[in-house]
């Protein structure tokens, strides 16, 4: 059975880089059937899937965070990991990692981490 | 964005009774729609792809369906482990969205 764990800081300070990690067990970060994402939940704005990312390196971000996004994935450590700059209080959510499942006209997130809550404060 | 709106916001219903939730995409998706279980304090976990697909391990009593840009999610006889906020999501068009979430409580 995947199963799949955030770790990183939950305390971010306004201006500074939020850093997450996913670790991948039970199975496979190279998996050319699934690509690798990021998720978050704010109370009032709900869902909000922040991009992906493929064992080859592929990408693909929000147009709403692309600036600010950089994804990368360590196929040695069965890892994928966030990086989001210039923090603002906007950016205090729940964040998830998850497996997108990906086939012909198919795509859904079918495997997800517990989540970690990140706030970002002074 | 595709924008995705879900009703109704919140639901109150009895065990056994029929619960529908829908969900309106902005243009046609094609349906490219998921549906979406989060109990409190859990990770949303994936019951329906494909618009009508049951997922693995899925209890037969969730169904989808729907067309176009009218979606619907049923349960057909609640439960009281169904309490719970349940999303649709689209992957027609990138970035994928989500609606905004029905809350499911027992009456």
């Known amino acids: 059975q995947v199963q799949l764990e955030e770790s990183g800081p939950g305390l971010v300070k306004p201006s500074q880089t939020l850093s997450l990690t996913c670790s991948v067990s039970?199975?496979?970060?190279?998996?050319?059937?699934?690509?690798w994402s990021w998720i978050r939940q704010h109370p009032v704005r709900g869902l909000e899937w922040i991009g992906y990312i493929h064992h080859d390196g592929s990408t693909y971000y929000n147009p709403s965070l692309k600036s600010r996004i950089t994804m990368s994935i360590d196929t040695s450590k069965n890892q994928f990991s966030l990086n989001l700059t210039s923090v603002t209080a906007a950016d205090t959510a729940l964040y998830y990692c998850a497996r997108d499942r990906v086939g012909p006209h198919h795509d859904a997130f079918d495997m997800w981490g517990q989540g970690t809550m990140v706030i970002a404060s002074s | 964005d595709m924008q995705m709106t879900q009703s109704p916001s919140s639901l109150s219903a009895s065990v056994g009774d029929r619960v529908t939730i829908t969900c309106q995409a902005s243009?046609?998706?094609?349906?490219?729609l998921n549906w979406y279980q989060q109990r409190p304090g859990k990770a949303p976990k994936l019951l329906i792809y494909d618009a009508s697909k049951l997922e693995t391990g899925v209890p037969s009593r969730f169904s989808g369906s729907g067309s176009g840009t009218d979606y619907t999610f049923t349960i057909s006889s609640l439960r009281p482990e169904d309490i719970a906020t349940y999303y649709c999501?689209?992957?027609?068009?990138?970035?994928?969205?989500f609606g905004q979430g029905t809350k499911v409580e027992i009456q």
């Open positions: 243009q046609d998706i094609r349906n490219s």
């Open positions: 039970g199975g496979s970060v190279i998996n050319g059937a699934h690509y």
């Open positions: 999501q689209q992957y027609d068009n990138l970035p994928w969205t």
